[in-house]
């Protein structure tokens, strides 16, 4: 376990830190993002490397992932430079209600040193480099990151290149501190630090519902953004898959299968309406899966609790196997189609578990009403499909309209795998998906979970922040008395 001593000098220089970076123009912390991107762009080979070596993640995945991390380290900084996300509001003369001239004044000020955990799945995108710690630098936080043991040195090589880039703009080293212990303790003494003001984790159920315990549990407790289970339903729907079921059988077992099916946003559930057009679908996506060979999980931790939650689900009298067994390694996963009738799915809580991997669960639904049941009992989840068409939106419409409540992203006719990078993008859902269904985790609005709101009535202009004074030194935008400009106030 790490020493208290070392955790609170790490938590208060990340602190100390803060004090000078907060006042930083946003404009500066696009340039070090921009820069920290480039970095890790020239050094691409070695990182992925290093974690091809730790994670069993191929280099052509590493790569994309690489590169998706960079763009994300850019994006945010450029909203940032812009200014929308901190929704600097002026309004000064009268209003409506009032004859008395009002000087009200209103900006999203950072607020403060954000503890980072790393993501198994992800060694770029969700840990050191990633989304948390990159929306929270644009925010005018300082981070300290505590990475995940599965890919440990990757995260050390990552935090010493983003340390170099600090240097280089001569800036504080520790906007970014590195802990060198990975364990579950070391974490636990993080989020517990009174220092500490909010937290971005990105993991199991169990892991981020320990954390937002901890945190509520503080003499001043703190918001925890978590991202954790989801089973990511797809609903089918009898018309559309009679008009398309061999097309969509093969982008929903790659959807299954990718990456082993390491992420988030995995299909776990099918949902579907017993027809003719199901039957085939099923049979399609059976002889698809088949085809692919059991591969390797990331580690043997996330190995293990494949085998014992795919084995639970199979050992159930309510569910059948419908691919083949395949003889697999302890370290491998089997891609696994399951299937269960909708009455005893109703029936049985458990069998809405994510199982992290290469496993959904077909779940046959013998008319409608069991297919709304199934949405009125579903948990919050990250995303929720519609397979349908036109046909389906006449014959369905309390199903569709019902469906489309229960994830933060809903899909029609796709996949939920592939998480654009994008200010339109919401990557978040009710309990257990997220803590917090309100944010979002990818997309620039991630910048909004890591500031508070300070509001200043007829404050000397010397003492208000750069954003709300009367000239517009950061040229950013903001709203006026109800407009968007970039002038300066008279």
Not at 263 to 290: R, Y
Not at 398 to 412: K, T, Y
Not at 436 to 455: L, M, P, Q, Y
């Amino acid at each position: 376990m790490i020493q208290t001593a070392t955790m609170g000098d790490s938590v208060a220089n990340a602190y100390q830190a803060f004090l000078a970076y907060r006042n930083l123009s946003y404009a500066g912390r696009a340039k070090l993002l921009n820069h920290i991107a480039d970095a890790l762009a020239s050094n691409a080979n070695d990182l992925i490397a290093i974690a091809a070596e730790e994670t069993n993640l191929n280099p052509a995945r590493l790569k994309t992932e690489l590169n998706r991390t960079c763009f994300q380290l850019r994006s945010y900084g450029e909203a940032a430079a812009k200014g929308l996300v901190f929704d600097n509001t002026i309004d000064v003369g009268t209003t409506g209600n009032s004859q008395v001239n009002i000087d009200i004044r209103k900006t999203v000020v950072p607020i403060g040193v954000v503890a980072v955990f790393g993501a198994s799945n992800f060694p770029f995108a969700y840990s050191t480099p990633g989304g948390d710690t990159a929306s929270a630098l644009a925010a005018g936080c300082t981070v300290v990151i505590k990475p995940h043991p599965a890919h440990f040195k990757t995260s050390l090589a990552v935090a010493k290149i983003m340390k170099e880039v600090l240097a280089q703009l001569h800036l504080p080293g520790s906007i970014i501190t590195h802990l060198e212990d990975a364990s579950t303790e070391a974490g636990i003494e993080l989020v517990k630090h009174p220092l500490i003001k909010a937290v971005g984790f990105t993991g199991s159920l169990n892991g981020g519902k320990a954390l937002y315990d901890i945190a509520q549990q503080r003499v001043q407790p703190i918001p925890v953004f978590a991202e954790m289970g989801s089973v990511n339903p797809v609903f089918l729907f009898p018309n559309r898959l009679a008009q398309s079921a061999p097309k969509y059988v093969g982008v929903l077992a790659g959807a299954i299968t990718g990456s082993v099916g390491q992420f988030c946003t995995q299909p776990g559930i099918i949902v579907g309406i017993d027809s003719p057009a199901l039957e085939q679908f099923k049979s399609l996506l059976v002889a698809d899966l088949n085809t692919i060979p059991p591969a390797k999980m990331l580690h043997q931790g996330i190995a293990d609790s494949f085998a014992k939650y795919r084995q639970l689900f199979l050992d159930k009298t309510t569910t059948e196997l419908l691919t083949k067994e395949q003889y697999f390694e302890h370290d491998m996963a089997i891609p696994t189609l399951i299937e269960v009738s909708a009455a005893d799915f109703i029936n049985d809580n458990s069998l809405q578990h994510e199982v992290f991997g290469p496993v959904s669960l077909l779940v046959r639904c013998a008319n409608e009403q069991e297919m709304v049941q199934i949405a009125y009992l579903m948990k919050g989840q990250l995303t929720t499909t519609i397979v349908a068409n036109h046909l389906d939106v006449e014959d369905y419409k309390e199903a569709i309209h019902l469906i489309a409540e229960v994830g933060g992203r809903v899909i029609w006719n796709g996949v939920p795998t592939g998480v654009e990078v994008c200010l339109s993008m919401h990557h978040g859902g009710d309990f257990p998906a997220t803590t917090d269904s309100r944010f979002t985790a990818v997309g620039a609005d991630a910048i909004k979970r890591w500031g508070k709101i300070k509001c200043y009535q007829n404050f000397p202009q010397e003492l208000l922040p750069p954003p709300v004074q009367n000239k517009n030194s950061w040229q950013i935008w903001r709203r006026i008395n109800n407009e968007y400009s970039k002038s300066d106030l008279d």
